[in-house]
């Protein structure tokens, strides 16, 4: 609501056209009221908005985080390109991203993980995901919404420790800021800030590798000589399948560090398995073939 209501100041100052667009998981009982007060608001401050919902309720087994997630990006960039939006932009915060990083070291991504969320990253060829309020703390911005008067809902499902970042919001970060540790927020900022340094120079290098091993590209089926990685330091081959990953768009959040060692032992073990994502991923003849399954 509160990027609702600074975009609808850009609106009113440029060209600039603004849509909203909503997916409504059906996980609650008051997810429907979210949408209509979504939709209300959105007519009041003139933006047109755009409603998406699954085709059937979820079941228990698919109401997880990395679900939820794939089906609201999926939805979000078919929109963007239905409606001709250049761009996409959501509301992650700062301790948003401090969340994402711990979550990204349990789950064992690696320095990639520890950069956290992009500013931005492509969802398709023609349009761009931005988080514009990246650096800006949840406090500041429930500062914002009270002293402007910016209609907001809560969403219980934030405080169910069942869920993985919840725990990290409300457990493991208040402990350790009740133990002294003030400066946790702070410090893993910082830390994010500087791996998202080292890892721009990695993807340089690693591009160069990736240009050179790609034998065929598809959006659905990837093809890799493993002569060119097999003489690799083992960390480069990992990311260039990370770097696969971030290309073709598909989802990396039950990616962590065993299924990427996993796809590096490919290079030089002829082998067939599937990783998160419906990704079929083999090894034949000194070629290696990634392709996602559709459905």
């Known amino acids: 609501m509160v990027l609702m209501t600074l975009l609808r100041e850009v609106q009113q100052e440029s060209s600039t056209k603004v849509t909203v667009a909503h997916y409504d998981h059906g996980w609650r009982d008051e997810s429907e009221q979210d949408a209509i007060f979504v939709m209300e608001e959105s007519a009041r401050m003139g933006f047109s908005c755009i409603l998406g919902r699954p085709e059937a309720p979820p079941t228990d087994a698919e109401k997880t985080e990395a679900n939820a997630r794939e089906q609201r990006y999926l939805f979000l960039t078919k929109t963007a390109r239905k409606h001709n939006c250049d761009s996409v932009l959501t509301a992650h915060t700062a301790d948003d991203q401090v969340e994402t990083v711990l979550h990204n070291v349990l789950r064992g991504t690696g320095l990639a993980g520890l950069a956290g969320m992009n500013w931005t990253r492509p969802l398709s060829d023609k349009v761009q995901l931005i988080r514009p309020l990246l650096d800006v703390s949840r406090d500041e911005i429930n500062e914002y919404a009270h002293a402007n008067s ?43 800030r500087q791996a998202d340094e080292v890892q721009e120079t990695l993807v340089w290098v690693v591009k160069e590798v990736l240009d050179r091993a790609l034998l065929s590209s598809s959006s659905e089926i ?28 598909w989802p990396r959040q039950e990616m962590g560090f065993v299924e990427w060692e996993r796809l590096a032992d490919l290079v030089h073990t002829p082998d067939r398995f599937h990783v998160s994502g419906r990704v079929d991923c083999r090894q034949k003849r000194g070629k290696i073939f990634l392709e996602r399954e559709s459905g």
């Open 222 to 249: 990837i093809e890799l000589s493993c002569e060119v990685l097999e003489s690799l330091p083992r960390h480069l081959v990992r990311e260039v399948f990370v770097e696969i990953w971030r290309r073709q768009g």
């Open 150 to 192: 910016v209609p907001y809902r809560d969403d219980s499902t934030n405080d169910s420790l069942k869920y993985t970042r919840n725990l990290i919001r409300h457990e493991v970060l208040n402990w350790l800021e009740s133990k002294g540790f003030e400066t946790t927020r702070d410090s893993i900022l910082r830390l994010s």
